[in-house]
């Protein structure tokens, strides 16, 4: 197992999660605004403290990891990066190489993980670019990169879909699909289709509670989607039709 929680809470918005979660895969934290999806990818990625239970990342409690280690293992990306400076696509790429940076120059394993992190996301193309310039589209793939650039073993991914169009959501959903074949990535999301359709696992908050964890058609029942979200769906040839 990659995470493993127990009985895990937090202050406010987390009570007496528990689950395991595999080293490779595709998982999805969904539920209604305030049910505790960040709060809990927060305290995955290490970023909530002091957190209540236990919740561990390679048989290690959370709390224990060095910094710099941690890193090294887990990439976080929040819904939203504010960048002021002009920096370009490629700079920002490099800024997912810090917990690797051992001097004031690049290395060329620096260089070599930026063009593969960059080429996965097909951003090479605009490298030069200012990246305050980029769509909102340009900009998810570009912060993605970043995080591959870290070369984590789990990438952790806090609405990735916000600010995106149908089309550029598809694309980061694929994209992440294929990437969960061989690392674990763990997406809170507000788009249950998107669950049932790219998922290979869902866990459902509730109130700071887990309400339902599985498969996403085991997760998803319309008779949970009814009492969670308050809203009527039929689920029809894999998709959830809402009333």
Not at 93 to 106: I, K, L, N, T
Not at 173 to 182: D, E, I, M, P, S
Not at 221 to 232: K, T
């Given at each position: 197992m990659s995470f493993r929680a127990s009985a895990l809470g937090f202050a406010?918005?987390?009570?007496?999660?528990?689950?395991?979660?595999?080293?490779s895969g595709f998982v999805t934290i969904a539920g209604p605004n305030g049910a505790g999806k960040s709060t809990l990818l927060?305290?995955?990625a290490g970023l909530r403290h002091p957190y209540r239970g236990e919740c561990q990342y390679r048989g290690v409690e959370i709390r224990r990891w060095r910094r710099h280690e941690f890193a090294r293992k887990v990439a976080f990306l929040p819904q939203s990066v504010k960048l002021e400076?002009?920096?370009s696509a490629e700079q920002?790429?490099?800024?997912?190489?810090?917990?690797?940076?051992?001097?004031?120059?690049?290395?060329?394993e620096d260089h070599a993980a930026v063009a593969r992190a960059m080429a996965t996301t097909d951003t090479l193309a605009f490298a030069a670019r200012d990246f305050r310039s980029l769509s909102g589209g340009e900009k998810q793939r570009v912060i993605l990169a970043s995080a591959l650039a870290q070369e984590p073993e789990t990438l952790l991914l806090d609405e990735p879909t916000t600010f995106l169009d149908l089309k550029h959501q598809l694309a980061m959903?694929?994209?992440?699909?294929?990437?969960?074949?061989?690392m674990?990535?763990?997406a809170v999301t507000h788009d249950l289709n998107l669950t049932l359709r790219f998922s290979d696992r869902a866990i459902v908050m509730e109130d700071g509670r887990i309400a339902a964890q599985g498969s996403p058609v085991e997760a998803l029942?319309?008779?949970?989607?009814?009492?969670?979200?308050?809203?009527?769906t039929e689920l029809r040839d894999g998709w959830l039709v809402y009333d």
């Open positions: 406010y918005g987390l009570y007496d999660a528990t689950f395991e979660l595999p080293p927060g305290i995955l400076f002009p920096f920002v790429v490099f800024m997912g190489r810090a917990p690797y940076a051992d001097g004031w120059f690049e290395s060329q959903y694929r994209l992440l699909a294929v990437l969960a074949k061989r674990l990535i763990v029942a319309p008779s949970l989607i009814d009492r969670v979200f308050g809203v009527h």
